[in-house]
């Protein structure tokens, strides 16, 4: 399973990664793979205000709907547009092609909430976190 | 929980299990998606062993079988199957099950792993004369090749009349241990076959339909998530959650199943009441453009896209996907007869945003040579946007 180490995680499998002025928000390679066959994707409206870890954006698989949580605060800025037409680029490339939103964040303190790829990575090989 | 004959061979497969009716079933062993589209354009295979094999054997098996079924199973020859219903007194639906007409006084009644011990008892509460009743699934496994390349796949693999079967046919395999036999029959709208047989016998042909040889024509395992695609784009219904015992045949869409003049029957005199005095719902297909996967249980409502005023809630939705092949989210459920009609719009509400959807025929796909010899067969002077696809709601 692939977990990049220049990323920083969240306990509920997304995925951030820092740019100068924004981060950049997807899902992680477990979370694809335990979904499966995402079929529709509710983003955020750009402007939106939100909070850490609060629930801005749905993913739909076949089976079942699940939320995904702001893995800091701050203002949406852009979304995957991408998406809207291949929902599957979340299974097919999760960590590139298939991103979902950047946030122009507001609250630098809360970085230290986040989870380095070693702390993901033993997260999601701990029977639990299957 | 309990487990198929084949439950060791789905967990090497790495299959992602579920509970299904207290059964460790496969959900999917790669993924639902492309399971879907294997057995479209190639062939799947399926255990569906968690169903339950019910024998009813004896001079008054068919006398037997005829008051409790709304099918007339007397017209059921050797070697041929049917599709009916099992009703309650009020006429609910018990049950959907195929009813295979395996010898003189031999019937092999395919049942709902959900209602196979209900089943069970009913048939033996409603049994004539020396009628015997035998759930003789333990021991025994189902397993399922379906799509385009099963039968020549299964002509390879069997000593048994596979390519000659027609449709709700069946035949006995002799290579494959007792009492094995082989019907054309499934449960996602395209061609394919059922098999019946022992477990061990079961796992060998398992084993022999994924060997290499098969594999290279495309054969691949399939779990229950495709499977409830598959049915779902062909229009069949779900028992549990499409039907139920507050469910009639005639709201189900399933009067084509109903002979109403054969003789008594339980549940005959509501379906009479219910054909005097009409029907409050009925069961229809609806189809997304885009949006979010119409699930079990949502509301349907009157009007269209956003922006407009909320409508009026005329039924709910009981199966949804998201059809790989049309590419759209699909759904099934009730509504008011007057929202029923194909092209009406009818909206769900998914996170306090509505999506607009059309009503459209069942089935939502066929396949390419069904679809062909129904418009061949259609009359030419009408000229229906869907030629060939009869509607099926009574009015």
Same mark, same amino acid.
Request: hydrophobic share 35%; aromatic share 6%.
């Given at each position: 399973?692939?977990i990049p180490?220049d990323l920083?995680y969240?306990?509920?499998?997304?995925?951030v990664?820092r740019?100068?002025?924004?981060?950049?928000?997807?899902i992680t390679?477990?979370a694809?793979?335990?979904l499966?066959?995402?079929?529709f994707?509710?983003l955020?409206k750009?402007?939106?205000t939100?909070?850490?870890?609060e629930?801005?954006?749905?993913i739909?698989?076949v089976?079942?709907?699940?939320?995904?949580y702001?893995p800091?605060?701050?203002?949406?800025t852009?979304?995957?547009?991408?998406?809207?037409k291949?929902?599957?680029?979340?299974?097919?490339?999760?960590?590139?092609?298939?991103w979902?939103?950047?946030?122009?964040p507001s609250a630098?303190?809360?970085?230290?909430?986040?989870?380095?790829?070693?702390?993901?990575?033993?997260?999601?090989?701990?029977?639990?976190?299957? | 929980?309990?487990r198929?004959a +084949?439950?060791?061979?789905?967990? @090497?497969l790495?299959?992602?299990?579920?509970?299904?009716?207290?059964?460790?079933?496969?959900?999917y062993?790669?993924?639902?998606l492309?399971e879907?589209?294997?057995?479209r354009?190639? @062939?799947?295979?399926?255990d569906?062993?968690?169903?339950?094999? !019910? +024998?009813?054997?004896? *001079?008054q098996?068919?006398?037997? &079988?005829n008051? !409790?079924?709304?099918?007339d199973i007397? $017209?059921v %020859?050797?070697?041929?199957?049917?599709?009916?219903l099992m009703?309650?007194?009020a006429?609910?639906?018990l049950d959907?099950l195929?009813v295979?007409?395996i010898?003189?006084?031999?019937?092999?009644?395919i049942?709902?792993c959900s209602?196979?011990?209900g089943?069970v008892?009913?048939?033996?509460?409603?049994r004539? /004369?020396?009628?015997?009743?035998?759930?003789?699934s333990?021991?025994?496994s189902?397993?399922?090749?379906?799509?385009p390349?099963?039968c020549?796949?299964?002509?390879?693999? +069997?000593?048994?009349?596979?390519?000659? &079967?027609?449709?709700?046919?069946?035949a006995?395999i002799?290579?494959?241990?007792?009492?094995?036999?082989?019907a054309?029959?499934?449960?996602?709208?395209?061609?394919?076959?059922?098999?019946?047989l $022992?477990?061990r016998?079961a796992?060998?042909?398992?084993?022999?339909l994924?060997?290499?040889?098969t594999l290279?024509?495309?054969v691949?395992?399939? /779990?229950?998530g495709a499977?409830?695609?598959?049915r779902?784009?062909?229009?069949?219904?779900l028992?549990?959650?499409?039907?139920?015992?507050?469910?009639?045949?005639?709201?189900?869409g399933?009067e084509?199943?109903v002979?109403?003049n054969?003789?008594?029957?339980?549940?005959?005199?509501?379906l009479?009441?219910?054909?005097?005095?009409?029907l409050s719902?009925?069961?229809? %297909?609806?189809? +997304?453009?885009? %949006?979010?996967v119409?699930?079990?249980?949502?509301?349907?409502?009157?009007?269209?896209?956003e922006?407009?005023?909320?409508?009026?809630?005329?039924?709910?939705?009981?199966s949804?996907?998201f059809?790989?092949?049309?590419?759209?989210? &699909?759904?099934? %459920?009730?509504?008011?007869?007057s929202?029923?009609?194909?092209g009406?719009?009818?909206?769900?509400?998914?996170r306090?945003?509505?999506?607009a959807?059309?009503?459209?025929?069942?089935?939502f796909?066929?396949?390419?040579?069904?679809?062909k010899?129904?418009?061949g067969?259609a009359?030419?002077?009408?000229?229906s946007?869907q030629?060939?696809?009869?509607?099926?709601h *009574?009015?």
């Open positions: 399973m692939s180490a920083l969240t306990k509920t499998h997304e995925w990664r740019d100068a002025q924004e981060v950049i928000v997807g390679s477990h694809q793979e335990e499966r066959d995402v079929v994707l509710e955020p750009l402007g939106k939100v909070r850490q870890g629930p801005v954006a749905v739909e698989s089976k079942a709907a699940f939320d995904i702001a800091v605060s701050g203002t949406v852009r979304c995957n547009e991408g998406l809207t291949s929902p599957q680029l979340v299974n097919q490339d999760c960590y590139g092609a298939g979902l939103f950047a946030l122009n630098p303190e809360e970085w230290a909430n986040l989870l380095s790829a070693e702390d993901y990575s033993k997260q999601v090989t701990t029977p639990h976190g299957k | 929980m309990n198929t +084949l439950h060791a061979r789905h967990l @090497a790495g299959a992602k299990m579920t509970d299904f009716h207290d059964w460790d079933m496969p959900l062993y790669t993924s639902i492309e879907h589209k294997a057995v354009q190639a @062939a799947g295979l399926f569906i062993s968690h169903m339950g094999q !019910v +024998l009813v054997t004896g *001079p098996a068919a006398q037997t &079988l008051a !409790v079924m709304v099918s007397t $017209q %020859g050797e070697g041929r199957a049917c599709y009916t009703l309650n007194e006429g609910g639906i959907d195929i295979y007409r010898g003189e006084g031999d019937y092999l009644v049942v709902n209602n196979r011990a089943d008892a009913w048939l033996e509460a409603h004539e /004369g020396q009628t015997t009743i035998t759930d003789i333990e021991g025994r189902i397993l399922a090749l379906q799509g390349l099963a020549r796949i299964l002509e390879q693999s +069997l000593d048994a009349r596979v390519a000659g &079967l027609g449709r709700f046919e069946m006995p002799r290579t494959m241990g007792p009492e094995a036999c082989i054309r029959t499934g449960y996602t709208g395209g061609d394919g076959f059922e098999i019946f $022992q477990d016998h796992q060998r042909l398992w084993d022999l994924l060997s290499g040889r290279q024509e495309g691949q395992p399939v /779990g229950l499977r409830d695609t598959l779902i784009e062909a229009g069949l219904r028992y549990g959650a499409d039907l139920d015992t507050t469910t009639s045949p005639f709201e189900a399933l084509w199943t002979a109403l054969k003789g008594p029957f339980i549940g005959q005199e509501v009479l009441r219910q054909k005097r005095e009409g719902r009925v069961f229809i %297909g609806f189809e +997304l453009s885009h %949006g979010p119409p699930r079990g249980g949502m509301e349907l409502k009157t009007g269209a896209a922006g407009e005023a909320a409508g009026r809630t005329v039924g709910v939705v009981t949804g996907t059809s790989p092949l049309l590419n759209k989210p &699909l759904g099934l %459920g009730y509504v008011e007869p929202s029923s009609r194909p009406t719009t009818v909206t769900i509400t998914v306090s945003q509505r999506y959807g059309t009503v459209v025929k069942l089935p796909w066929k396949p390419a040579d069904r679809a010899a129904s418009v067969a009359p030419a002077a009408l000229s946007p030629p060939g696809s009869r509607d099926v *009574p009015r």
